[in-house]
Structures are given as C-alpha cells and as structure tokens.
C-alpha cells in the first residue's frame, strides 16, 4: 500500500548566514580563479580554430585544481575545445569513465558520489533517486517551500530598502536556506550557517600548491565527517517519524528499486554529494543571468514583461557562462580525437564554457539570444551523468529571479563598480550592486 505524501510547512526563521558562508564563498572563488586570464572566451575561440585537442590540461597551466587529476598522480591529460569533441565524449560511457572523481572531492563526498559511479552502479543509485526529483516533486517544492521562503525571508524585506549587494544578501544565503528546508532539516539558525561552511569547505579542499592543500584537505575531510555525523542524526530522527513527509530526506528513506533501499549512511552520503551545488553553483547561477539581465536594458524589459521567458533567458545564461566551466572523463581504451592519440588511462578535461560557444553549433555564439535552440546546452552536463538536481536548482533560480524582477525599476548601483564576471572553474561575479524606486 503506498503511503500518502504529507506536505509538511518549513519556515526557517529569518538568519544571517553570510558572516561564514561569505568568506568561504570567496575563498572557493580564490582557488578556482587566475588573474592572468580575463577573458577566457577569447582564448577559447582561438584554441578552437588552432588547437581543438590539446595536450596538456589548462586548468593546470593557470594553477588551478583539475577533476582531470585532482590527486596529482601525473596522468596525461589532454583538453578538448570543441562541442562536437565534448558532447561525444559525455555521451560515450562505455569509452569514458568517470571514476577519477573520486579522486579530490569525491574523497570527502564518498560513495554516493554519483558522478564517480559508473555501469550498473551509476544507473540503480540514479533509478533510486530520479523519483525524489520527479518533475511534479519539483513543482510541489517551488509551491510549498521555494517561493514561500524567498518572499517570507526576502520579498516583503526588500522592497522598502532600495538597494542591496545581490551576493552576500541573497545569492550566498539563499541557495543554502532552500535546500535545508527542502531535505527537512530542523529549524534551527546556527546549524543553517554551520551546514554552509562545512559544503564550502568540502569544495575548497583540493589544490594545487601541496602546502596550501595540507591545511585545506584537513578541513575539507573534519567538514566531511562532522557533516557525516550532523545528518546521519537527522535521518535516524526523520526515520524514526515516519518519513512520511514531502522533504528530500523522508522520499529518500522511502525509495524503493527492486527492492533495493538507502540506509542512513547512504542517504547521509547522498545530502553530501548534493552540498557543492547548493552552496556554490546556484550561486553563481543565479547571478550571472542576473548579470546579463541588468546589463542589457531590452534584455531585462522582455523578461521582466513577459515572466514565461526566465526559463529561456536562464537557460542561455548558463550557456553563455557557465559556472561549472569544466568536466573530466578517463579513457578506457586508446582512440583519436581530431586526429590527436589519447592512450587508454589518460583523462581530458572537457572546456564546457568553450563547448558552450562553439561556432560550429551556435550562430553569433556570444550574443545573449532568447530564441536560441536550447537543445545542445551542456551548462548543467550532458548524457547519462546530466545532474540530477538540475530541475531544483533551476527552479530556485527562477524563482528568486522572479522575486527581484517585481523590485520597481531595478538597476545596477551607478554609485558602486560594475560587476564583473571572472574565474575558469566556478564562473561569476564578487558582487553585484543594486538598485530600484521604493515608491
């Protein structure tokens, strides 16, 4: 007999979470940045038309930490520009593999890192969760828990201030408030900013100077096990209750698969894997459409006019910028790209930002174009590996995009610097000033 689904109400009291969540935030943007490359898009395209298939990893180049050899073991890596080159590759798990993973974070994420998994293993844990991510779960998310939050800890707040800076008042916080009310967290303020911390610290934990990667993979493994420890005590206590609410903690306690079911370690497992994009990605998603929104005044007027465009503009934001900039497979076997050898055990970092405006795929590729085709968009991954929380992070975008769209006049500060969009891996702006009328 199927248990009805109870739609619990989660209201986290107001909190401020941006004391820790904002220093960690910029230092994950410090790791994964270079001040030696601007512009990246420019080097892309160039790279596209001399050298498609590069030898070398260029994440490495600019000293930045790689899923292509996160533990610096030395294996050949090569990088691929084109979109054709990389979505053949996503495609393809029967060539690729995606167990280098678990080198670097998937050390601190674990078992249930379901990028690592690959064959069998990837597609029973994915059967088990797809359903806890059913489109109609989603929506009932975004009715019963996302839109009420934003306007309950935001919406009303904001519109008699004027002005805010978009990324410590609400792009850092919320993403983190959502998804602790969504798994059905207690309400309680401090472990909100504790449960950031220890998601940012996780993410920051490789690097590629071994002095600085000493200190920070200390503390990305205490994150792990004292986050290990936090939700293991929340999933025994929802189990205990029943779980038969609507939460992501309560639908992962009752998903079934042939019966195959999680216990307490693996769904703990599961709300680790899922840390780095609520704590960071959506994130930098939400500001960066944002930021090509309040950039082009025609732009911001059609969406702001006609709502049923934010999934549209969302969508061609994350191709134009996406914030997970590069991806990492392992060769099986030895094959050619674009004439170039890959010898079997190598990896290639995949350049999803140059994938993402590749002229061959996409006609005037650096324009912001709404009607554009959105079927080849690699922002949120491609193939068996596409994320799976995709549908969640979207819609808490969106939604808080809608939230600041009703703000009266909303505009860049003109007193306060421009934002910029910067980094390789982990792509976005430090700040984002705004303003609107508040009469």
């Known amino acids: 007999m199927v248990q009805p689904i109870v739609i619990h109400t989660i209201e986290p009291r107001s909190i401020d979470t941006s004391s820790v969540t904002e220093s960690a935030f910029h230092s994950v943007s410090a790791t994964y940045a270079t001040d030696d490359l601007a512009d990246p898009h420019s080097l892309y395209a160039q790279l596209r038309r001399t050298t498609p298939v590069m030898k070398g990893d260029i994440l490495a180049l600019y000293g930045i930490p790689s899923q292509a050899d996160y533990a610096n073991t030395g294996r050949p890596v090569f990088t691929l520009f084109r979109h054709a080159d990389i979505a053949a590759v996503l495609r393809d798990d029967k060539t690729w593999s995606t167990d280098l993973l678990k080198d670097g974070l998937g ?124 939700v293991r005590g929340v999933v025994a206590a929802r189990r205990r209750a029943g779980a038969s609410g609507e939460e992501l903690i309560d639908r992962l306690i009752r998903t079934e698969v042939d019966g195959e079911r999680l216990d307490d370690g693996q769904i703990a497992g599961i709300v680790r894997m899922l840390l780095p994009a609520a704590a960071e990605t959506t994130t930098r998603t939400l500001a960066n459409l944002m930021v090509h929104l309040l950039q082009d005044e025609r732009l ?63 006609a005037d590729a650096d324009s912001f174009d709404l009607e554009r085709s959105q079927q080849a968009n690699l922002g949120f991954g491609y193939g068996l590996h596409m994320c799976i929380g995709m ?39 430090d700040a984002v000033h705004l303003r609107w009328d508040t009469k």
């Not at 309950?152 to 850092?172: K, N």
């Not at 006609?306 to 934001?317: G, H, Q, V």
């Open 107 to 230: 050390t601190f994420l674990g078992e249930m890192f379901l990028s690592a998994r690959n064959g069998e293993s990837h597609r029973l844990l994915r059967r088990l969760l797809q359903p806890c991510f059913a489109p109609d779960v989603t929506r009932r998310w975004r009715t019963h828990v996302i839109a009420p939050l934003v306007e309950r800890e935001y919406g009303g707040q904001w519109r008699a201030r004027g002005r805010a800076e978009l990324m410590s008042d609400l792009a850092m916080p919320f993403p983190i408030l959502a998804i602790y009310a969504i798994l059905g967290f207690p309400d309680d303020p401090a472990s909100v900013t504790q449960f950031a911390d220890w998601a940012l610290q996780i993410l920051n934990g490789p690097q590629i100077d071994p002095e600085k990667a000493k200190a920070s993979m200390a503390r990305a493994f205490e994150a792990a096990d004292l986050l290990d420890e936090h």
């Open 300 to 362: 911001l007027a059609r969406v702001r006019t006609d709502r049923s465009l934010l999934p549209r503009a969302l969508t061609e934001s994350m191709r134009l910028e996406p914030v997970a900039g590069f991806l990492a497979r392992r060769a099986l076997r030895d094959l050619d790209i674009g004439g170039v050898t890959i010898p079997a055990g190598s990896a290639v970092s995949l350049v999803m930002g140059s994938a993402n405006r590749d002229e061959a795929m996409f």
């Open 391 to 429: 549908p969640v992070a979207r819609t808490e975008v969106e939604v808080a995009a809608d939230m600041l769209l009703n703000l009266p006049n909303l505009r860049l500060d003109p007193d306060r610097p421009a934002p910029r969009l910067h980094g390789l891996q982990f792509r976005g702006p």
